[in-house]
């Protein structure tokens, strides 16, 4: 009976194992995915805050000389945020899909290592259970 409790032993823990590596490597994951988000947004924000500005000053400039181009300018400049907006969108869309793929290999390695760890055990067991019989 000593054996088959050290293996039985020896095969839970490696679940237990298997299930705490997966754990930690998903609290690794989003904590990965807020850090690149935290990241991303001043560098966004300066990128925002550049284009505003410099399209500030280039309208300025146009303005004292061409003052029909107004309207002109104010298209360009929404143009101008909107394209920055999107970037920011694709951004956080490319984190998220990241992480989504990151989680959906972790839970595939688990379930394969959960899966080969019960076949290892069932195989265990057997082989325990043949032991006990023959020295019977």
């Known amino acids: 009976m000593g054996l088959g ?5 020896l095969f839970g823990s490696a679940k237990e194992k298997a299930s705490d590596i997966a754990d930690k490597t998903e609290n690794f994951v989003e904590e990965s995915y807020e850090k690149a988000k935290e990241t991303a947004a001043p560098i966004i924000d300066k990128v925002e805050n550049f ?16 003052p ?8 360009v400049v929404e143009t101008a945020k909107e394209k920055v907006s999107e970037f920011a969108d694709k951004a ?5 899909s990241a992480v989504t793929s990151v989680k959906e290999k972790i ?12 076949d290892l055990k069932e195989k265990t067991e057997e ?3 043949r032991v006990e019989e023959d020295a019977d």
């Open 107 to 118: 839970n595939s390695f688990t379930d394969n290592v959960e899966e080969k760890a019960e």
């Open 127 to 129: 082989k325990i259970n």
């Open 51 to 66: 284009a505003e500005e410099t399209i500030d000053k280039a309208k300025e400039k146009i303005e004292e000389y061409v």
């Open 5 to 9: 409790s050290f293996f039985k032993n």
């Open 92 to 96: 956080e869309e490319f984190a998220g």
């Open 68 to 75: 029909a181009a107004k309207e002109k300018i104010e298209d």
